[in-house]
């Protein structure tokens, strides 16, 4: 019997998965790299000279993380870790991007009281992407899962003469 237009079912779904992942990957980095932009476009206004530790430099570490984030999603999109990397950059940077539009939590040691509720174009776009990034790397870690092949089923094989099959 012929395979059908698509080719073998375990192929095709394949193919899927890995057009899948790709588009998750560029989605992923894209969201990733809005991040980053957004960032180290923001950091100038920030430095407070003085200060060990400025809002500025922890923009500029963002857009350096987000950065590397973005590039390990691309190279190595087959790998979990990979995508276990981005969701963290992503949802923390969404987290405190929240957290400090909302809430006025103070300095915290050497770090700014970055409370800040305005919330303009680029912090409501930087909000976004990181809350993409977040849902795409997390669905990008899952499909990205060990792959399902009949060397892992626990049945016996197709034909084999313990299954009723012939030989």
Same mark, same amino acid.
């Not at 957004?38 to 500029?60: C, E, K």
């Not at 973005?70 to 990979?82: C, D, E, I, K, Y």
């Not at 949802?91 to 400090?100: N, R, T």
């Given at each position: 019997?012929?395979?059908?237009?698509?080719? &073998?079912?375990?192929?095709?779904?394949?193919?899927?998965?890995?057009?899948?992942?790709?588009?998750?990957?560029?989605?992923?980095?894209?969201?990733?790299?809005?991040?980053?932009?957004?960032?180290?476009?923001?950091?100038?206004?920030?430095?407070?000279?003085?200060?060990?530790?400025?809002?500025?430099?922890?923009?500029?570490?963002? %857009?350096?993380?987000?950065?590397?984030? %973005?590039?390990?999603?691309?190279?190595?999109?087959?790998?979990?870790?990979?995508?276990?990397?981005?969701? !963290?950059?992503?949802?923390? %940077?969404?987290?405190?991007?929240?957290?400090?539009?909302?809430?006025?939590?103070?300095?915290?040691?050497? !770090? &700014?009281?970055?409370?800040?509720?305005?919330?303009?174009?680029?912090?409501?776009?930087?909000?976004?992407?990181?809350?993409?990034?977040?849902?795409?790397?997390?669905?990008?870690?899952?499909?990205?899962?060990? &792959?399902?092949? %009949?060397?892992?089923?626990?049945?016996? &094989?197709?034909?084999?003469?313990?299954?009723?099959?012939?030989?």
């Amino acid at each position: 019997m012929a395979p059908g237009p698509g080719g &073998p079912p375990h192929r095709t779904a394949t193919s899927m998965r890995t057009v899948v992942r790709m588009l998750l990957q560029v989605v992923t980095a894209a969201a990733l790299a809005v991040d980053a932009y957004v960032h180290a476009d923001l950091a100038a206004p920030y430095d407070v000279v003085g200060r060990q530790i400025s809002q500025g430099t922890l923009f500029r570490l963002e %857009a350096a993380v987000a950065s590397l984030a %973005a590039l390990l999603v691309l190279l190595l999109g087959r790998r979990r870790p990979a995508w276990v990397f981005a969701f !963290l950059v992503s949802v923390s %940077a969404l987290g405190a991007v929240l957290l400090y539009g909302f809430v006025n939590v103070g300095a915290l040691g050497p !770090l &700014p009281n970055m409370y800040e509720p305005f919330w303009g174009p680029k912090r409501t776009g930087s909000a976004i992407a990181e809350a993409v990034g977040a849902v795409a790397a997390l669905v990008g870690f899952l499909i990205t899962g060990p &792959p399902h092949s %009949a060397s892992t089923r626990t049945s016996a &094989p197709r034909g084999d003469k313990a299954d009723g099959g012939g030989g």
